[in-house]
């Protein structure tokens, strides 16, 4: 049996983002369909504290009903302390964590960041970049440093092409596509669903990208306003969960005076369960991207809009960049302006029911985890 231990980032951290977790649980659960002993290894990037040890147990649960049970959690190196003199392991001994990876015929690893000493014990090795254009930019201006790897898989589909506005930074990327277990996403028609909705951060780290000459706010809150007016153009609720902090309070005022419903993620997607529910309840999606998304024209496609396709719910998302397989007018419709996304959504409620059946034909075609992970394993290995 084929043993992958999967290096994810701030899953016992973010514990109440119940969008985060399933962006990794989509590769461990066809990872484990496909036959593989899944292991994972778990990164604290932000906090210093260690966890509490109910905060330990709730992970520990909330991973072994997705069918995981042996987990490593490790803090990440402070940035003040030299390479190598600074990690702290919670969970397992140090020890075990790098027997575990000495044991592993494939690290499959998300963690940009993780020590090269641990990235390199395991037989194999893969880096999937899921913040395609960002990550290159944050490698060329030398604010991250991945260790070496054998493959690097990306999700940004112009990401290492000769037309690709985004750096190769030398790298020989190996395009993939945001997947999504189809068997955990059933499709969910229900014609009565009233609000198009968002589950998003507000915030996010390294908020600011570009060069010296040109710097810009790349965090999902500057991006959004641009599309401020969206509800004024359409008789369609829209409603927005947004992860927001105490100090978010006149920002929510503003989106709510604008017509935007407005909840906290936390509320009604802070965990797994929670999350796939508000997303199946939703009449579809409104997405909007990063500003770098545009700028660099990486055709990206967000983890949370395959899990409303898979759903059989039509997504109304901002255009990143020619593709060659997205569409822009059934299922999924990329738009451009307010305007843009006022006749997209008119345009959905006018077929409702054809656009559901696309959209979930969309997730099939293209996104099908069992078959996008399965590529990545015959390249890894």
Not at 91 to 113: I, R, T
Not at 245 to 250: E, I, K, L, M, W
Not at 325 to 330: A, G, I, R, S, Y
Not at 341 to 370: G, I, S, T
Request: hydrophobic letters at 40%.
């Amino acid at each position: 049996m084929t043993r992958v231990v999967v290096s994810t980032v701030r899953l016992l951290e973010f514990l109440q983002g119940g969008g985060h977790f399933w962006v990794y649980m989509q590769y461990v659960h066809a990872l484990r369909r496909l036959g593989c002993e899944v292991l994972l290894l778990d990164s604290f990037t932000w906090s210093t504290e260690a966890p509490e040890e109910d905060r330990l147990v709730q992970f520990r649960e909330r991973l072994e009903r997705y069918g995981v049970a042996d987990v490593a959690v490790v803090a990440a190196e402070d940035e003040r302390v030299p390479a190598g003199g600074s990690r702290r392991c919670f969970g397992m001994p140090e020890v075990a964590v790098e027997e575990l990876l000495e044991s592993a015929d494939l690290l499959l690893n998300f963690n940009y960041q993780l020590d090269p000493a641990l990235a390199s014990l395991a037989r194999r090795s893969a880096l999937v970049d899921i913040d395609p254009g960002l990550l290159q930019v944050w490698i060329s201006d030398g604010l991250i440093a991945p260790a070496r790897h054998d493959v690097y898989f990306t999700t940004g589909e112009t990401v290492g092409t000769r037309a690709s506005l985004v750096p190769d930074c030398g790298i020989p990327w190996v395009r993939i596509r945001p997947p999504v277990s189809l068997d955990l996403w059933p499709f969910a028609y229900e014609p009565g669903a009233e609000a198009f909705t968002a589950v998003s951060t507000w915030w996010g780290q390294h908020d600011y990208v570009g060069d010296a000459r040109h710097y810009y706010d790349n965090t999902k809150r500057a991006a959004f306003f641009r599309f401020l007016d969206l509800p004024r153009l359409t008789e369609q609720p829209l409603e927005l969960a947004l992860f927001l902090s105490d100090a978010d309070g006149d920002d929510r005022s503003t989106l709510e005076r604008h017509g935007w419903r407005v909840r906290h993620s936390e509320d009604v997607a802070g965990s797994p369960e929670d999350y796939r529910s508000y997303v199946q309840c939703s009449r579809g999606e409104f997405g909007w991207a990063k500003a770098s998304c545009a700028r660099l024209q990486n055709a990206w496609v967000s983890d949370r809009s395959v899990c409303y396709l898979a759903s059989g719910k039509p997504v109304v998302v901002q255009h990143t960049g020619p593709s060659g397989f997205l569409p822009d007018d059934e299922g999924m419709l990329r738009v451009r302006t307010p305007a843009d996304a006022a006749r997209a959504l008119d345009a959905v409620n006018a077929d409702y029911e054809r656009h559901c059946r696309a959209a979930r034909r969309l997730a099939e075609q293209h996104f099908d985890a069992n078959a996008v992970v399965g590529e990545m394993l015959e390249v890894a290995l």
